[in-house]
Structure formats: structure tokens, C-alpha cells
């Protein structure tokens, strides 16, 4: 079974220019998440997707970021400036939402784009 | 405000020893939680979860204990081996309040010495 998969891998800008990550999550995993993960920290959630509905976007800095999931399959996040702060890694995860209530999703990464702004 | 935290950034352990990783959280809504291992330029990898109703739960080499009175719990991996030279991070979430994001810990990176 093919796991998440990103490109690119590595991403190296100037500020003020736009980036943009991609994410095609396990076949058949209806929930797909954008973490960003700085150095020396744990992943933190941008995004969450089910199907083609973002369901949780309060950690998403919506004046520069975005994000699309049109089709609910694949995924797009882009940063529009990007600025010196949004170095990091970003992943993109996927569940298949099989977990009973009273769980969590055992949620499957992506390789990650470690993305350098200079 | 870290709701997950992992104190120790760092732990090297002998091979056949036994390590232990230890997580603590502040945010009583949680029950739900997971271990996750990450190796260099790949993405955390799922080990072992527990849900609040246990204080345990055993996977092969890979035993995580829950003590929800002292919002405690530890990953324990017996016999340690080479191939678990990685960082480990705890995750955390409010499922049973219809939240399922994962909040993360900040890591402890595990070396294990030949």
C-alpha cells in the first residue's frame, strides 16, 4: 500500500514570494491534516479536511496562508507572502476514520516539504 | 501554553536495556493518547495508543502505561534495540468531545548505544 505522499521535499524562497506543498493521502482515507512542525517542536495542526470540507481551520493564519482539498482526494496549502517565521517542515497526514467513538484516528505522514525562507 | 509536554529533550540507553520516555499534560479533556516515532527526514510513524478506560496497553517490545490522576504516562520499549534510535513524540486528544486534533509533545530524542 502506497503511504502519503508530498512533493516537494524541499523548498527553498525568498520572502515575499509564494509557495505552494502537495498531498495525496492513502487511497480511501477520507481525513486528510496539514500539521507545520518548526524545530525542536511537535507537529502542529493547520487544517483539518474531511472529504472536501475543511473542519478545522482555527489554527490556519488565513491572511496568508490557504488551502484546497477540491476533490477530497489531494490536497493543495499555499503560503502567499511567505515570510522569514514560516521556515519549517510541513506534513500532510491521513486517517481512514475506522476508530469506534471514544478514539482517535490513528493518523498515517507524509514525508514532509521542509521549506526554507530567506 | 504546552498542553503535552515531553521534559526530557534527550535519552541515550544501552542496548537490552530498557528505555522509558515520559509525557505529562495539563488538559483533563484528553483521553486519548499515542506514541509516535520519527526518524530523520520521514514523517512520525504511529507505535502504540491508549485510550483513558486502560492504564496499559502491550505491543511486542512497546508497553505504554496511563496515570490519569497524575496526567502521566510513559512509553517503556524492552529490550531496546539499535533501530529505535529515533524521536519519539506524544500525542494527545479530546476525542469523546468531538475533537479529534492531535496535540503533539515537543519530542525526546532516543539514542541507542551498541
Known amino acids: 500500500e502506497a503511504g502519503v505522499v508530498q512533493s516537494p521535499r524541499y523548498k527553498i524562497i525568498e520572502k515575499k514570494q509564494p509557495v505552494a506543498f502537495w498531498c495525496n493521502p492513502i487511497s480511501g482515507h477520507n481525513t486528510l491534516y496539514w500539521y507545520r512542525q518548526n524545530l525542536g517542536q511537535g507537529p502542529e495542526l493547520l487544517i483539518r479536511y474531511e472529504n472536501e470540507e475543511a473542519v478545522d481551520d482555527s489554527q490556519l493564519p488565513k491572511d496568508r496562508f490557504s488551502a484546497e482539498r477540491l476533490k477530497g482526494v489531494d490536497s493543495t496549502l499555499k503560503i502567499q507572502p511567505a515570510e522569514l517565521g514560516d521556515s519549517a517542515v510541513y506534513l500532510c497526514?491521513?486517517?481512514?476514520?475506522?476508530?469506534?467513538?471514544?478514539?482517535?484516528?490513528?493518523?498515517?505522514f507524509g514525508p514532509g516539504t521542509r521549506l526554507t525562507v530567506l | 501554553d504546552q498542553q503535552v509536554k515531553q521534559n526530557s529533550p534527550s535519552l541515550s540507553v544501552q542496548e537490552g536495556r530498557i528505555s522509558i520516555l515520559n509525557c505529562d499534560y495539563t488538559n483533563s479533556m484528553f483521553d486519548y493518547f499515542l506514541w509516535y516515532k520519527k526518524y530523520p527526514a520521514e514523517g512520525p510513524t504511529f507505535l502504540i495508543s491508549i485510550s483513558s478506560i486502560k492504564d496499559k496497553n502491550e505491543d511486542g517490545r512497546f508497553t505504554v502505561f496511563l496515570n490519569k490522576s497524575a496526567k502521566h504516562l510513559s512509553l517503556h520499549i524492552v529490550p531496546s534495540q539499535p533501530g529505535d534510535s529515533a524521536v519519539y513524540f506524544c500525542?494527545?486528544?479530546?476525542?469523546?468531545?468531538?475533537?479529534?486534533?492531535?496535540?503533539f509533545g515537543t519530542g525526546t530524542r532516543l539514542t541507542i548505544i551498541p
Open positions: 500525542a494527545a486528544s479530546a476525542s469523546a468531545s468531538g475533537n479529534e486534533k492531535l496535540t
Open positions: 497526514a491521513s486517517s481512514p476514520r475506522l476508530v469506534p467513538s471514544g478514539g482517535a484516528d490513528e493518523q498515517f
